[in-house]
C-alpha cells in the first residue's frame, strides 16, 4: 500500500465522493449542507492547505485524509476526512494515513498538528499524540481535541 498525494490521483474524486457522502450522510448527503466534491476537489495541492492524500493498493484507492482547518475546533494544522473504504477496514490503513498526514505536516515546518474525534481516540495515544480539550461537533455529538507535538 502507497501513500500518495490526492492531486497526484484526482480520477478517485469520484469515488471518494461517494464514499464521504454515504458515511458523513448528515452532513455530505443531498439534504447536508456539505459539498464532497467540493471539499475533496479544494484538496488537490502539495504545500498549501487544504492537503489531501489517499491510499493506494494495487491500483485501487482504500482510503484518504487531509491536513487543514478544522473548522469544528478552528485549529490548524488539524487531521480532517479521514476515511478508510468499508472493505478495507481493519488493517491499518487509518493507522498509515495518520502517519503520512504527521509527516507532511513536519515536512511543512509545523511543529505540532490537531485532530477532533469521537472513535480513534486510543489509536491516537498509542501513536504519541494526547488529548487536549472537548469539542463539541455540528450534530451535537462531543468528541475530544487531540494534538501531537514534534
Ligand atoms: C475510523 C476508520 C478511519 C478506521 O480505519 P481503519 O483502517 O479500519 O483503522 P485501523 O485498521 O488503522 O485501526 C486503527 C485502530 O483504531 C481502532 N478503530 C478503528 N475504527 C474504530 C471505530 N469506529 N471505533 C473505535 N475504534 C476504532 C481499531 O480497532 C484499531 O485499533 P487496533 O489496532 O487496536 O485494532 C474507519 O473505520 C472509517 O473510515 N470510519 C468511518 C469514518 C470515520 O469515522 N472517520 C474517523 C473520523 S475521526
Not at 67 to 72: E, I, N, R, S
Not at 103 to 123: C, H, I, N, Q
Request: aromatic share 10%; with cysteine; net charge negative.
Amino acid at each position: 500500500m502507497k501513500i500518495k498525494p490526492l492531486a497526484d490521483h484526482n480520477d478517485v474524486l469520484p469515488l471518494l465522493t461517494r464514499w464521504y457522502q454515504t458515511e458523513w450522510e448528515p452532513y455530505y448527503g443531498v439534504d447536508g449542507p456539505g459539498d464532497a466534491q467540493t471539499d475533496l476537489e479544494s484538496r488537490c495541492n502539495y504545500e498549501e492547505f487544504p492537503i489531501g492524500l489517499v491510499a493506494i493498493e494495487e491500483g485501487q484507492v482504500c482510503g484518504t485524509v487531509a491536513l487543514d482547518l478544522d473548522t469544528a475546533t478552528n485549529l490548524t494544522p488539524s487531521v480532517v476526512g479521514l476515511l478508510v473504504g468499508r472493505a478495507y477496514r481493519g488493517r491499518g490503513i487509518a493507522a498509515a494515513l495518520l502517519k503520512s498526514a504527521e509527516d507532511l505536516a513536519r515536512r511543512l515546518g509545523y511543529s505540532r498538528v490537531y485532530m477532533s474525534t469521537t472513535v480513534l481516540g486510543d489509536l491516537l495515544e498509542r501513536m504519541g499524540w494526547h488529548k487536549s480539550a472537548e469539542v463539541e461537533f455540528l450534530n451535537a455529538q462531543r468528541g475530544l481535541i487531540y494534538v501531537r507535538d514534534f
